[in-house]
């Protein structure tokens, strides 16, 4: 009886152990996936500097957010959230933004009201979260508008 009890333990014991073994491993194996599919570009933001993030954070207000959303949610036109921006990726972007859509997307290139480079920073910066600050600068601007 005693025996029997001592080898449950043991077992126990080694059973713990293994898994205290196997866990980093598997963990570390996890975190080496999704880095790689960082390394692909579908969820990894393209750079983009402090003041190329200002400049768009202003063009975005002015130009953009009546149809898509001060949060970019969406309203008159599509969400233009971070994870659907990062999907959609910079190319696909860049070519939306210069040539517009017949379905109610100004051709802001075309119409030459931007220029290649503005677009091309708007394009990386849909790629970033909403700047958090941004709610309360809209809110104040509301203010001394009434
Ligand atoms: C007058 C309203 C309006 C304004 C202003 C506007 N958009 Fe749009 N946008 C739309 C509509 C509507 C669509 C959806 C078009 C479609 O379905 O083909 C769209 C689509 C897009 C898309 C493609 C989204 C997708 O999922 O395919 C991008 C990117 C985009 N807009 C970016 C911008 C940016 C950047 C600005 C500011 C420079 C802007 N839009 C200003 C109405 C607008």
């Not at 972007?93 to 379905?103: E, F, K, N, W, Y």
């Not at 051709?107 to 480079?117: F, I, K, P, V």
């Not at 503005?118 to 203010?143: C, F, G, S, T």
Request: include cysteine.
């Amino acid at each position: 009886m005693k025996r029997t009890h001592i080898m449950e333990h043991k077992v126990l014991t080694v059973g713990i152990g293994l898994l205290a073994m196997v866990l980093p491993v598997w963990s570390a194996w996890l975190g080496s996936v999704s880095a790689a599919e960082d390394k692909t570009g579908a969820t990894a933001p393209p750079p983009l500097s402090t003041q190329e993030f200002a400049t768009a954070k202003q063009l975005y207000f002015a130009l953009c957010a009546e149809c898509h959303g001060v949060l970019r949610n969406g309203a008159v036109g599509k969400p233009l959230t971070t994870d659907l921006a990062r999907h959609l990726g910079t190319g696909y972007l860049t070519q939306r933004i210069t040539h517009g859509s017949p379905a109610g997307m100004p051709a802001w290139g075309d119409s030459g009201q931007l220029g290649s480079d503005q677009i091309n920073i708007m394009a990386r910066y849909l790629q970033y979260p909403v700047p958090a600050p941004y709610m309360a600068e809209m809110l104040d601007l509301a203010r001394t508008r009434q």
